[in-house]
């Protein structure tokens, strides 16, 4: 039987709360999202909780998407909210990109303010995500320096945390957090496939035949450039083909799996197979 993936451990739920209690005192939400699977990295229990508190939606790591999926994405989620795209690296680009889009979305308020003669700035936002979206490393580019801890793997920010981005704005950092339980196993899938679930808790070979999988259906030309495949197989068919080309072999010319699966899922997380997007907004989760 297949493992059910679920992932929702104590300081996520703690997370929740705090943002329940955070909110009120925030101008708008910035919830940071990936690009290579923007439905499947909506929090849906976070939108409750934001209610109509103002929200701007940040499809982050656009630069591994498909650039085409890309704008089909931006096109149908700016219909129920503000949306913008940006790429994972390029710090300068996404301050003044996030900047504006901000204040396009509070310009009502900052004018009533301004109009009454009350303190508007700095502004506070409050950046929610799942883990591993890139919230850190966008709030550390945001702010031109490198003040909170960055990383590849999912969980890697505990706790809440303030930090300055300019005069403007202040922002609060949380946790990534999931929800109690996935409604299909194909989305914990799809996000164990994106590195937002802890290896741990994903068998490795499921998700890399669920990638595989992907792969074939949407980008089979990717993945046999990349590879110098003759012909897509079955998922672990495939993936032996993998490590047979990349030298994953152990005593006796037999491949070796667990290493190709590694390899593989770096080179997909990364990009290296190209850029690619796993899911379209006519697909349901």
Same mark, same amino acid.
């Given at each position: 039987m297949e493992k059910i993936i679920q992932w929702y451990p104590g300081h996520m739920a703690r997370a929740i709360r705090l943002i329940q209690e955070k909110l009120s005192a925030m101008d708008l939400v910035i919830e940071v999202i990936d690009a290579r699977a923007p439905r499947s990295s909506i929090n849906q229990g976070l939108r409750a909780i934001i209610?109509?508190?103002? %929200?701007?939606?940040?499809?982050?790591?656009?630069?591994?998407?498909?650039?085409?999926?890309? /704008?089909?994405w931006l096109k149908e989620l700016n219909k129920e909210e503000m949306t913008i795209?940006? /790429? $994972?690296?390029?710090?300068?680009?996404n301050e003044e990109i996030i900047e504006k889009?901000?204040?396009?979305?509070?310009?009502?308020?900052?004018?009533?303010?301004? #109009?009454?003669?009350?303190?508007?700035?700095?502004?506070?936002?409050?950046?929610?995500?799942?883990?591993?979206?890139?919230?850190? +490393?966008l709030m550390n580019n945001l702010a031109k320096r490198k003040a909170m801890m960055v990383g590849d +793997?999912?969980?890697? +920010?505990?706790?809440?945390q303030y930090l300055k981005a300019s005069d403007k704005l202040v922002l609060l950092d949380n946790p990534g957090v999931l929800w109690p339980k996935f409604s299909d196993q194909n989305q914990g899938k799809m996000l164990a496939l994106i590195g937002s679930i802890k290896e741990d808790i994903a068998p490795i070979p499921m998700i890399a035949e669920?990638?595989?999988?992907?792969?074939? #259906?949407?980008?089979?030309?990717?993945?046999?450039?990349?590879? $110098?495949? /003759?012909?897509?197989?079955?998922?672990y068919e495939t993936l032996e083909a993998i490590g047979k080309r990349r030298g994953c072999l152990i005593r006796g010319g037999e491949?070796?799996?667990?290493? +190709?699966?590694?390899? &593989?899922?770096?080179? %997909?997380?990364?990009?290296?197979?190209?850029?690619?997007? &796993? #899911? $379209?907004?006519? #697909? $349901?989760?």
């Open positions: 209610g109509v508190k103002p %929200l701007l939606l940040v499809m982050n790591k656009a630069d591994l998407a498909d650039p085409k999926m890309n /704008d089909i795209s940006l /790429d $994972s690296v390029n710090g300068s680009k889009a901000i204040l396009v979305l509070l310009k009502n308020k900052i004018q009533k303010a301004e #109009e009454s003669g009350r303190k508007i700035y700095p502004l506070k936002a409050m950046v929610v995500g799942i883990p591993n979206s890139g919230k850190s +490393t +793997t999912p969980g890697v +920010t505990k706790n809440m669920y990638g595989i999988t992907v792969m074939s #259906e949407r980008y089979p030309s990717l993945l046999k450039n990349r590879y $110098s495949l /003759d012909d897509i197989k079955t998922p491949v070796d799996m667990d290493k +190709t699966y590694d390899v &593989f899922l770096r080179d %997909l997380r990364s990009g290296r197979i190209g850029r690619v997007t &796993f #899911e $379209s907004p006519s #697909e $349901s989760i």
